[in-house]
């Protein structure tokens, strides 16, 4: 039998964006529960992990998002098979009579986020804001000379959220691309308002980019900073709060 944890089956048009929130909470029943829909490879990975709230954590967030796609895909959760492109970014596996689900997911600390859309690809990232003693070297790293230049400018009190903003969309843009990120993020630019607001501005310099695709940033929890990213045109985007006893 199949379980559906959503209210009713969602319904994803061509040109909406849904974004699925979830906490993901210590409960070993709802542990056991999501643990038994996970395919060999994924409890592989589960039993890995050295810490276990890491385990629950992944448990939780990989059942999740099975639970999820298994309602807009009317299928059993368990039966859903995922493939990885070349880069690692998985996706579903076609079904013949199943839509185009194109989605993305990213966790942090217990927020865990499913973006979804069809036919288009979708990046989302989440990050738990917290205080980084190596923003400057981060930054250094993946961010332009002028994106570092106006975050240093900003008052100590607004860097760190612009940093975690501008971090967030940068990596939403990278995994919408579907390519590593390390590599990778330094390759997307932004331009930043003087409050520290980033603005997709080029990719390898070419800023056509802008007419192509978009990034919104989200916050789904407090304490939270998130961003999705995919290509135009998008008619709407949701955010929703998935709850396991809907």
Same mark, same amino acid.
């Given at each position: 039998?199949?379980?559906?944890?959503?209210?009713?089956?969602?319904?994803?048009?061509?040109?909406?964006?849904?974004?699925?929130?979830?906490?993901?909470?210590?409960?070993?029943?709802?542990?056991?529960?999501?643990?038994?829909?996970?395919?060999? #490879?994924?409890?592989? =990975?589960? !039993?890995? $992990? &050295?810490?276990?709230?890491?385990?629950?954590?992944?448990?939780?967030?990989? @059942? /999740?998002?099975?639970?999820?796609?298994?309602?807009?895909?009317?299928?059993?959760?368990?039966?859903?098979?995922?493939?990885?492109?070349?880069?690692?970014?998985?996706?579903?596996?076609?079904?013949?009579?199943?839509?185009?689900?194109?989605?993305?997911?990213?966790?942090?600390?217990?927020?865990?986020?499913?973006?979804?859309?069809?036919?288009?690809?979708?990046?989302?990232?989440?990050?738990?804001?917290?205080?980084?003693?190596?923003?400057?070297?981060?930054?250094?790293?993946?961010?332009?000379?002028?994106?570092?230049?106006?975050?240093?400018?900003?008052? #100590?009190?607004?860097? =760190?959220? !612009?940093? $975690? &903003?501008?971090?967030?969309?940068?990596?939403?843009?990278?995994?919408?691309? @579907? /390519?590593?990120?390390?590599?990778?993020?330094?390759?997307?630019?932004?331009?930043?308002?003087?409050?520290?607001?980033?603005?997709?501005?080029?990719?390898?310099?070419?800023?056509?980019?802008?007419?192509?695709?978009?990034?919104?940033?989200?916050?789904?929890?407090?304490?939270?900073?998130?961003?999705?990213?995919?290509?135009?045109?998008?008619?709407?985007?949701?955010?929703?709060?998935?709850?396991?006893?809907?």
């Amino acid at each position: 039998m199949k379980h559906s944890c959503l209210h009713r089956r969602p319904r994803l048009s061509i040109g909406d964006i849904h974004v699925w929130a979830a906490r993901l909470v210590d409960d070993e029943y709802a542990t056991a529960d999501l643990l038994s829909i996970l395919d060999q #490879e994924e409890q592989a =990975r589960a !039993a890995r $992990f &050295a810490f276990e709230r890491d385990r629950v954590r992944f448990i939780m967030a990989h @059942g /999740i998002v099975r639970r999820i796609l298994a309602d807009y895909c009317d299928a059993d959760a368990a039966a859903l098979r995922f493939a990885r492109n070349q880069h690692g970014k998985p996706g579903l596996m076609p079904r013949a009579s199943g839509p185009d689900l194109q989605f993305n997911i990213s966790h942090s600390g217990n927020c865990c986020l499913l973006a979804l859309r069809l036919e288009h690809p979708i990046g989302v990232d989440v990050e738990e804001v917290r205080d980084l003693p190596q923003t400057a070297s981060i930054a250094k790293s993946y961010f332009s000379h002028a994106e570092s230049s106006v975050l240093a400018g900003l008052p #100590e009190t607004d860097r =760190r959220e !612009a940093f $975690f &903003a501008l971090w967030t969309q940068k990596e939403a843009m990278v995994k919408g691309f @579907g /390519i590593g990120l390390a590599a990778n993020l330094s390759r997307v630019e932004f331009d930043l308002d003087p409050f520290g607001i980033p603005r997709l501005a080029a990719w390898d310099g070419d800023r056509s980019i802008a007419q192509k695709w978009s990034i919104h940033r989200l916050d789904p929890a407090p304490g939270f900073i998130a961003a999705v990213a995919s290509m135009h045109p998008i008619r709407s985007l949701t955010l929703q709060n998935w709850n396991r006893r809907g």
